[in-house]
């Protein structure tokens, strides 16, 4: 941690004031990368993470073959590039998984897609291109013919001792067909993180329950859930807990010891009823920060024993934002994934923006990618309570404090996807 960047300027309660670049670079810091890691077979790799850079020992393809249906042919030096009809005795037919004979000069094979060219062939001439002589027996062609036309040559995918995939990745479909295409059968990864899960508020409910005055369903919780499957957490959930120091005591001590890492939403800010602060100072060790940052000003990080710690917002839409700002490049870092940060994109904002902030805003925008730049419209209600803003937008905008702009002005957008 770097602690000159921590802005103690403001001086209200011990809570810090951060930028969010400060708040982002103290997480980072004390993300630990996950050092476990099990082997999976191809078929449960999807979005696991590499261990191991992946290195080829064979090349890809083995060996020379047709990029087409047609005829391989053994030309004749004085038959290259000349204009004029020609024609080529078929002696041989070769389809993908066999292996022709070697061909004479001036003499064609019937050859296959993905079938190996054989020796002494030095062109595939495609099928479209030429006719075949009623008795079958030779090819016709008006087409001048070069030489290693429609040949894939060994190696022209991996070659051989090439790095094909990287430490840190984390696969995609594409990633695990390119390991299989070397023949690798399994590969070795990073465990899942474990991640403990409570939420505070004396409000919620859950869905399916009935609403009594005063109440509200706990939607962060489905939010979380949903987020740290996406990002291939193993989830243990405690669900909602009583607003009060002992459950909130028990609920860490439960999951303090089993996980790498405990997330909870509310009961972050200083009122009575907010024990989350007090709770993990009596267990391990808490900084409570106010991030200089629209929505979800409060946010909690610390350590007991060896889990982590972070307690984000209880507003729903506070909570998804800091989440994606905050958790989830931590979490990634953690997992061993390489590339963990956010990569935010230019693009225009479609509207203007008059009145300075105090806080850095991420607001919920919907992108037209049909303008260049590609443009971002604003939702029109921007409450940190207001969930259908987040699932109306497709990202978020990123306006810094104490800015004004017109309409047109380049800022960071991140995708929410
Ligand atoms: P808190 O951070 O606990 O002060 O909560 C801030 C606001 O978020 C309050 O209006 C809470 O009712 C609401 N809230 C807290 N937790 C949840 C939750 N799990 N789901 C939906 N809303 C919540
Ligand atoms: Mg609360």
């Not at 479209?128 to 022209?156: A, H, M």
């Not at 972070?310 to 839409?317: A, D, E």
Request: charged fraction near 20%.
């Amino acid at each position: 941690m770097n602690k000159k960047k921590i802005d103690n300027t403001c001086n209200q309660a011990s809570q810090p004031l951060l930028s969010t670049h400060d708040a982002l670079e103290f997480l980072l810091n004390a993300s630990i990368v996950n050092t476990h890691t099990h082997t999976v077979a191809l078929d449960d790799a999807l979005r696991q993470i590499l261990a191991h850079d992946i290195r080829a020992n064979i090349n890809v393809p083995e060996f020379d073959n047709s990029a087409m249906d047609g005829y391989a042919i053994a030309l004749k030096p004085e038959q290259i590039s000349v204009p004029g009809i020609l024609n080529f005795k078929i002696t041989d037919r070769i389809q993908a998984g066999s292996t022709g004979n070697t061909l004479a000069p001036g003499c064609a094979a019937r050859i296959f897609t993905g079938a190996p060219i054989p020796q002494g062939a030095n062109t595939v001439i495609m099928q479209e291109v030429c006719e075949v002589s009623k008795e079958g027996d030779y090819i016709e062609t008006w087409q001048p013919l070069s030489l290693d036309e429609n040949i894939r040559p060994l190696g022209n995918d991996i070659q051989s001792g090439a790095v094909i995939l990287n430490k840190g990745r984390q696969l995609k479909a594409q990633d695990i067909a390119l390991a299989a295409s070397i023949g690798v059968k399994e590969l070795e990864v990073f465990k899942p993180l474990k991640v403990g899960l409570f939420f505070t508020g004396d409000e919620l409910i859950n869905p399916g329950e009935t609403l009594k005055k005063g109440e509200i369903f706990n939607s962060n919780r489905y939010a979380l859930v949903a987020l740290l499957t996406q990002l291939n957490c193993d989830i243990v959930n405690l669900g909602n807990i009583k607003d009060n120091f002992s459950a909130t005591l028990d609920a860490l001590s439960t999951l303090a010891d089993d996980c790498d890492l405990i997330i909870t939403t509310g009961g972050v800010s200083v009122g009575e009823e907010d024990h989350v602060k007090p709770a993990v100072e009596k267990l391990g060790k808490l900084s409570l920060w106010r991030i200089k940052m629209k929505p979800g000003k409060p946010l909690a990080f610390g350590h007991i024993g060896k889990s982590a710690f972070i307690g984000l917002p209880g507003n729903p839409v506070s909570a998804m934002v800091t989440f994606f700002l905050f958790a989830q490049p931590f979490i990634k870092k953690m997992q061993g994934i390489s590339n963990y940060k956010n990569q935010p994109i230019p693009v225009q904002a479609n509207f203007d923006w008059l009145r300075p902030r105090p806080r850095r805003e991420f607001v919920r925008v919907r992108l037209d990618q049909t303008t260049t730049p590609a443009s971002a419209s604003l939702y029109p209600k921007q409450g940190s309570d207001v969930l259908s803003s987040i699932v109306w937008a497709d990202g978020l905008l990123e306006i810094p404090e104490n800015s004004t702009f017109a309409q047109g002005e380049i800022l960071n957008y991140y995708p929410l996807t």
